[in-house]
């Protein structure tokens, strides 16, 4: 399952979710305004980026300048914390899937997502998903992918 980590004012992350609509690419879009980041979901985003906390955090957000943080320091769990009372400092958009993470919306990269569109598709076939014909995958704004439907 594609998740899409978000805020709704971010124009970045509303042209992700519209290209992955267009695409129809079932995701999670998780409001990081509402949502709290718990630490697997941290380390799973550290787990896949290059950079670490580079690719993540925004060194350049004012409550990050204010506070003179230094995440090296940082244990995850303080990490998640910080994050929790200040969920602005992550970037955003940030795409993560079992196997990468990508943040940030650029067009050109967001296609290594694109092999999701053939997985699930593949889930959604008659004779293959038991629910077809109410599979959320093909009618819900939830985004939810089929397999949770579908017997493997």
Not at 26 to 53: A, F, V
Not at 74 to 100: A, H, W, Y
């Amino acid at each position: 399952m594609i998740k899409i980590y978000m805020s709704p004012s971010c124009s970045s992350c509303r042209k992700v979710k519209s290209w992955f609509d267009d695409q129809k690419i079932p995701y999670q879009s998780i409001n990081i305004l509402k949502h709290e980041i718990t630490p697997d979901e941290l380390k799973d985003m550290l787990n896949k980026s290059l950079d670490g906390t580079d690719d993540i955090i925004s060194t350049r957000s004012k409550v990050f300048q204010e506070r003179h943080i230094n995440i090296d320091d940082m244990s995850v769990g303080e990490l998640c914390q910080f994050i929790k009372e200040n969920p602005t400092i992550l970037k955003r958009p940030i795409i993560v899937d079992d196997k990468q993470i990508q943040v940030g919306y650029n067009s050109d990269d967001i296609e290594i997502f694109e092999k999701a569109k053939s997985l699930a598709s593949s889930c959604c076939k008659k004779g293959v998903c038991p629910n077809f014909d109410d599979c959320e995958h093909h009618f819900s704004d939830k985004r939810e992918h089929c397999e949770d439907n579908c017997e493997k």
